[in-house]
């Protein structure tokens, strides 16, 4: 099978044994398997990272860390895809095999927490703008001394 | 071998989603930024679809892109007005260039160790079922072949059906739990963006707890 050589080849000793890296690297890339949902999630959850700590607007703080939620769901949902649990499940006339889909319900539930965060969130910024007319982080500095 | 369809399609939504991600941040406008933020999300929804989490897809598009979405750009609307300028977003701090660079130079680790290491765990040989915990032996079982054909045709039966009977049997505890914390939040949200508490609680007459 030639995704499955592929995926378990070891790539490491591959390049300690004088193989070249980068070719090594593009063997993998050349066929869709997790790694590339790994790395998209990696880049979107250190942008949403680079927004948290730079950015003083707290509506783009919550944003960004919108975006780190959503980085984390796709992991989720591409580790779910192989290693998802099996069950066998009795269907009509035989038993099939079934991931079950426990990474797209965990998914689910960051997804209400999210959904939870962003009102609560919201609403304390609402809250702060009417205490001091700003939505910078900055100036939410009651407590600094 | 040529590049498969499959791949072609991962790297136009991916590169999407990342663009967008990236001009998220660096447009001006905080409503522009939040609709790049809906293009984010569509196109993790996208990639959802691909993974086969179909359910998932669809929920990701209404709660995120449809509700979540709508109540930042609420907000932001609220807020934002169009004539006035962020000073503060002009200038550029030697500390978020050196931040950039040390998350960037993370993010590149990260990725070359997890492209280049993984293939390491086939070195080994696969362990004896009896080596393994109860935990352990379901993952092994299948993470033997990620993305065949067999395991994808086991993950099309991941269909909304599977995801509902396991929500509403295994995990129906969490999931009635998640109503409270959802009934808190929304208690919570109104609570704190209340106009002016204690006009309020003056003029209903001292049954005023904030």
């Given at each position: 099978?030639?995704n499955?050589s592929?995926?378990f080849?070891s790539?490491?000793a591959n390049v300690?044994?004088?193989g070249?890296?980068l070719l090594t690297?593009?063997?993998?890339f050349?066929?869709i398997?997790?790694?590339?949902y790994?790395?998209?999630?990696?880049?979107?959850?250190?942008?949403?990272?680079?927004?948290?700590?730079?950015?003083r607007n707290?509506?783009s703080i919550l944003?960004?860390?919108?975006?780190?939620?959503?980085?984390?769901?796709?992991?989720f949902v591409?580790?779910?895809?192989?290693?998802?649990?099996?069950?066998?499940?009795?269907?009509?006339?035989?038993?099939e095999?079934v991931?079950?889909?426990?990474g797209?319900?965990?998914?689910?539930?960051?997804?209400?927490i999210?959904?939870?965060?962003a009102?609560?969130?919201l609403?304390?910024v609402?809250?702060?703008?009417?205490?001091?007319?700003?939505?910078k982080v900055?100036?939410?500095?009651?407590m600094?001394w | 071998?040529?590049?498969?369809?499959e791949i072609v399609?991962?790297?136009v939504?991916?590169?999407i989603?990342?663009i967008?991600a990236?001009?998220?941040l660096?447009?001006k406008?905080?409503?522009h930024?939040?609709?790049c933020?809906?293009?984010?999300?569509?196109?993790?929804?996208i990639l959802?679809l691909m993974?086969?989490a179909?359910?998932l897809?669809?929920?990701q598009?209404?709660?995120?892109a449809g509700?979540v979405?709508?109540?930042?750009?609420?907000v932001i609307?609220?807020?934002?007005?169009?004539?006035?300028?962020d000073?503060?977003?002009m200038?550029?701090h030697f500390?978020?260039?050196?931040?950039?660079?040390?998350?960037?130079?993370?993010?590149?680790?990260?990725i070359t160790?997890s492209?280049?290491l993984?293939?390491?765990?086939?070195?080994?040989e696969k362990?004896?079922?009896?080596q393994?915990t109860?935990?352990e032996?379901p993952?092994?079982?299948?993470s033997e072949?990620?993305?065949?054909?067999?395991?994808s045709?086991?993950i099309?039966?991941?269909?909304p059906?599977l995801v509902?009977?396991?929500?509403?049997?295994?995990?129906?505890?969490?999931?009635?739990?998640?109503s409270?914390l959802?009934?808190?939040?929304?208690v919570?949200?109104?609570v704190?963006?209340?106009?002016?508490?204690?006009a309020?609680a003056?003029?209903?007459?001292?049954?005023?707890?904030?």
């Amino acid at each position: 099978m030639d995704n499955d050589s592929l995926y378990f080849l070891s790539n490491w000793a591959n390049v300690e044994s004088g193989g070249n890296a980068l070719l090594t690297m593009w063997n993998i890339f050349k066929h869709i398997s997790i790694h590339h949902y790994l790395t998209v999630a990696a880049i979107i959850f250190t942008i949403g990272f680079y927004g948290v700590i730079v950015r003083r607007n707290a509506i783009s703080i919550l944003m960004s860390i919108e975006l780190m939620l959503n980085a984390v769901n796709l992991n989720f949902v591409a580790f779910n895809q192989i290693w998802g649990l099996k069950i066998t499940r009795a269907a009509f006339t035989s038993n099939e095999d079934v991931l079950t889909p426990v990474g797209q319900i965990f998914t689910i539930f960051i997804i209400i927490i999210a959904a939870a965060e962003a009102a609560v969130g919201l609403a304390i910024v609402i809250a702060f703008y009417r205490q001091r007319h700003s939505v910078k982080v900055e100036d939410a500095d009651l407590m600094r001394w | 071998m040529a590049i498969s369809f499959e791949i072609v399609f991962f790297g136009v939504f991916a590169g999407i989603a990342v663009i967008l991600a990236i001009m998220m941040l660096s447009v001006k406008s905080p409503v522009h930024a939040a609709l790049c933020l809906v293009g984010v999300m569509i196109m993790l929804a996208i990639l959802y679809l691909m993974l086969h989490a179909y359910f998932l897809s669809v929920v990701q598009i209404v709660v995120y892109a449809g509700a979540v979405m709508v109540l930042f750009l609420f907000v932001i609307m609220f807020f934002y007005s169009p004539g006035a300028s962020d000073p503060s977003r002009m200038s550029v701090h030697f500390t978020h260039i050196a931040g950039a660079i040390i998350l960037a130079v993370i993010l590149l680790a990260v990725i070359t160790g997890s492209f280049l290491l993984s293939g390491n765990v086939s070195l080994t040989e696969k362990p004896s079922a009896a080596q393994m915990t109860d935990i352990e032996k379901p993952i092994a079982e299948t993470s033997e072949a990620p993305l065949t054909e067999e395991t994808s045709r086991m993950i099309e039966k991941q269909n909304p059906q599977l995801v509902g009977r396991m929500l509403f049997t295994k995990y129906l505890l969490p999931f009635e739990l998640t109503s409270l914390l959802l009934l808190a939040a929304m208690v919570g949200a109104v609570v704190l963006a209340r106009r002016s508490p204690p006009a309020e609680a003056g003029s209903a007459g001292g049954d005023g707890n904030d």
